[in-house]
């Protein structure tokens, strides 16, 4: 079957199964090209919330597909390829939490929705990189945990005077972004504004002519006056960067800036999930219930 082919189906499935397919912005662009929803973590967790549908297929990484399945209990959750993780989720387990807190008797644990249901369920509230700043400028507490991230509590702790403790965990695609690329691509293309995410480290954040979510780079991209901007996030946002603004040219900061895990799901995995509603993603009660308050508290801000 070719793509097209490949495609068709997956369409007229949806449309039969009364499914829709949320793709994030680093998914391949064959995938995104036949989304019904593209977006970004905040984005693609509020259509969850809202969609209708019967069944959700996700185009993106566990905890994505974890918390459509926290937010809509009475949908069916699909994960095409039930191997896609994020590493940076992996870096905090529920135990290591459990014994931070019990250190920081005080702190409010915020943690980025790049987590497991598992540490969502033990935090106080949630955060994308679209709303960390809100969420602790909204927080009445005198010092805040925030997990797993490292680099995003960094970033976000240059606009708050709550003390942040950051956890020592990272995202191998954005920290893997070095000073040195950004030296080099620089070189390659003078006078081209650079646009990173807050998941990259503090030197390449102070390098950046912009730091964002992956919508609010694609909302900055379309905004400058340049013709040409470096992207110092996951490549696959260039497909739709060059759907939107096609008089302009867009730059990969990086070679590296590939998500192995993002990338694990193809079109024929979309399809078999589909054709099989198989790869269903659940949440046990206990943890889910947990996970859906510190979820609500950060979609309520948003
Ligand atoms: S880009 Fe980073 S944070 Fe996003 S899914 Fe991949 S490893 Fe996880």
Redesign the pocket.
Known sequence: MNTEEMQKEIRGLLKEKNAVLLAHY?QEGDIQDIADFLGDSLALSMEAARTRADCIVFAG?RFMAETAAILAPDKTVLLPVPEAG????DRITADELKKARQQHPHAAVVTYV?STAETKALSDICCTSTNAVKVVQSMDTHEILMTPDGNLARYVSRFTRIPIIPWNGD????QGLTPGDIRKVREEHPGAPLAVHP?CSPEVIDLADFTGSTSAIIEFAGKTEAGKVIIGT?SGIIHELEKRYPGKTFVAAAASLV?E??KKIKLKDVLAALRETRHVVTVAEEIRLPAHRALSRMLELA
């Open positions: 680093y990484v994020c590493p940076l989720a790049n995202c191998p695609v954005h998941e996951e998500c895990d993002m």
